[in-house]
């Protein structure tokens, strides 16, 4: 139970080397033997003829099958390949008509936003063309008004300046000249 496998080249390989006949003697394995070389030469011819017969077709075949897969493997590449550059092309394309489309659209964008602008300014023109001729309106009527309610009050003064002076009332008709009169000094100082 004690017993342990050798080493390569410890004491039991030496001594198995000396029992073929020592160190001096050449190894079988390497000297030319005409019989071994006839029986090796006959096992060589016939596992080549079973292996070609049994192996090489299978082998053959395998070996096709699989250059027939990697070259439709690689013609599938390539393939894809000029698929994917076609992809790439029209998808440059794509972005390329949506970038042109993006800025007719903001040019298009810009000469409306320009045209809005320009009618609210018109628009904002007439707007105010029309308050301003509304404001002026208002002011000769106010003024016409003002005139009118001056002149009512000139005509109550004078007539009553006209009476303290004469300390009389005149008749109607030597009051409306009287008024006419004042009227038409009063149209020479008219604002």
Not at 31 to 41: K, V
Not at 56 to 78: C, G, H, M
Not at 106 to 124: F, G, H, L, Y
Not at 129 to 158: H, N, Y
């Amino acid at each position: 139970m004690d017993q342990y496998w050798g080493i390569p080249g410890d004491e039991g390989l030496y001594e198995s080397t000396e029992a073929q006949g020592g160190a001096g003697v050449p190894n079988p394995l390497v000297q030319l033997d005409p019989g071994l070389f006839i029986w090796t030469i006959l096992t060589f011819l016939i596992l080549f003829f079973v292996l070609s017969k049994f192996a090489w077709k299978p082998l053959l075949t395998l070996l096709e099958s699989r250059e027939n897969t990697i070259k439709s493997s690689l013609e599938d590449a390539e393939k894809a390949k000029q698929e994917l550059e076609r992809l790439n092309t029209e998808s440059e394309a794509i972005i390329s008509e949506a970038r042109s489309e993006a800025q007719s659209i903001r040019v298009e964008a810009k000469s409306a936003a320009e045209k809005i602008k320009a009618d609210i300014m018109a628009q904002a023109g007439e707007d105010a063309k029309k308050v301003r001729d509304e404001t002026e309106k208002q002011i000769q009527v106010e003024k016409d008004k003002a005139i009118s309610e001056v002149r009512q009050e000139v005509v109550g003064l004078a007539i009553t300046v006209a009476e303290k002076v004469i300390r009389k009332n005149l008749s109607k008709e030597d009051n409306q000249d009287l008024i006419e009169d004042s009227l038409k000094n009063l149209k020479g100082y008219d604002a």
